[in-house]
Nanobody
Framework: QAQLVESGGGLVQAGGSLRLSCAASGRTFSYYTMGWFRQAAGKEREFVAAMYWNGGNTNYADSVKGRFTISRDNAKNTVYLQMNSLKPEDTAVYYC?????????????????WGQGTQVTVSS
């Protein structure tokens, strides 16, 4: 059974950095698009970033462009989200997700597999 497990969340001051990891298991995620979403308290889940398995296609939310970088290590079946210049408004639970195919879509309903989430809190 496919499983995604996020790690790397925590508390950081504004301007700081964190790197989230998402370890995939239970199947090979080749030819899958891996994405990151986040959900702040009282808000809807929103797209953050996504990447196709070969790294050729990437997509970022405007709010994180230039600050966040998605990457993946297919040998380790792991995807990362490097987050720099963090802001208090980045505070949320961050989720890893996967969908088959190369379309780096931003709609959460098009992703099939989801992790349990990891909390990121940015203090001002």
């Amino acid at each position: 059974q496919a499983q995604l497990v996020e790690s790397g969340g925590g508390l950081v001051q504004a301007g700081g950095s964190l790197r989230l990891s998402c370890a995939a298991s239970g199947r090979t995620f080749s030819y899958y698009t891996m994405g990151w979403f986040r959900q702040a308290a009282g808000k809807e889940r929103e797209f953050v970033a996504a990447m196709y398995w070969n790294g050729g296609n990437t997509n970022y939310a405007d709010s994180v462009k230039g600050r966040f970088t998605i990457s993946r290590d297919n040998a380790k079946n792991t995807v990362y989200l490097q987050m720099n210049s963090l802001k208090p408004e980045d505070t949320a639970v961050y989720y890893c997700a996967a969908r088959q195919g190369g379309a780096v879509v931003t709609t959460s309903s098009q992703y099939v597999y989801w992790g349990q989430g990891t909390q990121v809190t940015v203090s001002s």
